[in-house]
């Protein structure tokens, strides 16, 4: 089971974003404070856990964490500011939304940009080796993929129950034959004679 926290003595929250690959779509982010002496033998990095667990563990995580928030950055703005700086935005919206303010952050990744009076520590795959970040990674992929399930009865033809607005046969077959629509991300070069991708 993975380390319920980095350190014992601060206020400790885990970060993560969804979605940040996808061509279409919010990114989406999580914050997750945890009982020091959580523990939950299914509880890992999103990727790493089936739809069905995904969903037992989003109930467990809002249930008993100390404070925990999502938050989205819209296409809009993802176009407009590129998506690594959405992803940050997206983090630092969640961070300010929970009920209780961290002091310390466990970040998913390499990089971020420092959260006003907050230290922070990047760690590289640390969705799979601390349960906050784990958590953070959990909430914020159910919250999209749940977003993305929504806005799926509008664009059917473009598979996001299934694909979730990542770039998959299916997804890229379905921009081919109708185009982008409002939820793609146009500053991806998603369309194929931008991708050089053979359909």
Known sequence: MLPSYYQETLVEAGCDEAGRGCYAGPVFAAAVILPKNFKHPLLNDSKQV??????????????????????????????AINILKASFKAMHKAIGQLKL??????????????????????????????????????????????????????????????????????????????GLCIHHRKSFNILPSQMNIPF
């Open 50 to 79: 089936g739809e069905k667990q995904r969903l037992v563990l989003k109930e467990v995580i809002e249930t008993n964490a100390i404070a925990w928030s999502v938050a989205s950055i819209e296409v809009e703005e993802i176009d």
């Open 101 to 178: 303010l961290p002091e310390f952050l466990l970040i998913d990744g390499n990089r971020f940009i420092a959260y006003p009076k907050i230290p922070h520590i990047c760690i590289v795959k640390g969705d799979g080796k601390f349960a906050s970040i784990a958590a953070a990674s959990i909430l914020a992929k159910t919250h999209r993929d749940a977003y993305m399930e929504k806005i799926h009865q509008q664009f059917p033809q473009y598979g996001w129950n299934r694909n979730k607005g990542y770039g998959t046969l299916e997804h890229r077959i379905g921009i081919e034959k109708n």
